[in-house]
Nanobody, 115 residues
Framework: QVQLVESGGGLVQPGGSLRLSCAGSGIRYNVNGRGWYRQAPGKQRELVAVMNRSGSTNYADSVKGRFTISRDNAENTVYLQMNNLKPEDTAIYYC?????????WGQGTQVTVSS
């Protein structure tokens, strides 16, 4: 059974950086897509960054130039490097892997940007 575990969230001051990790286990087939999403209080979950099987990436306009999605295929891990964080980046961040047409989600990790 596929399981995803996120880590790396926490409290950071504006302008700071965090690196989120999403470790996958139980993965038997090729991952077609990887992504990070976030959900702020009272708002819908939104796309932050995605990477397809070939490595092409796409980012939400609000994070372009500040966030970078990457992967480690050998360890089935996807990362989100977040720089120059802003208070509006505060949210629960979720990773998602798409395998054979099925989306798998992690449990989420809280990111709080505050002085």
């Amino acid at each position: 059974q596929v399981q995803l575990v996120e880590s790396g969230g926490g409290l950071v001051q504006p302008g700071g950086s965090l690196r989120l990790s999403c470790a996958g286990s139980g993965i038997r087939y090729n991952v077609n897509g990887r992504g990070w999403y976030r959900q702020a209080p009272g708002k819908q979950r939104e796309l932050v960054a995605v990477m397809n099987r070939s490595g092409s990436t796409n980012y939400a306009d609000s994070v372009k130039g500040r966030f970078t999605i990457s992967r480690d295929n050998a360890e089935n891990t996807v990362y989100l490097q977040m720089n120059n964080l802003k208070p509006e980046d505060t949210a629960i961040y979720y990773c998602k892997l798409s395998i054979l047409g099925i989306d798998y989600w992690g449990q989420g990790t809280q990111v709080t940007v505050s002085s």
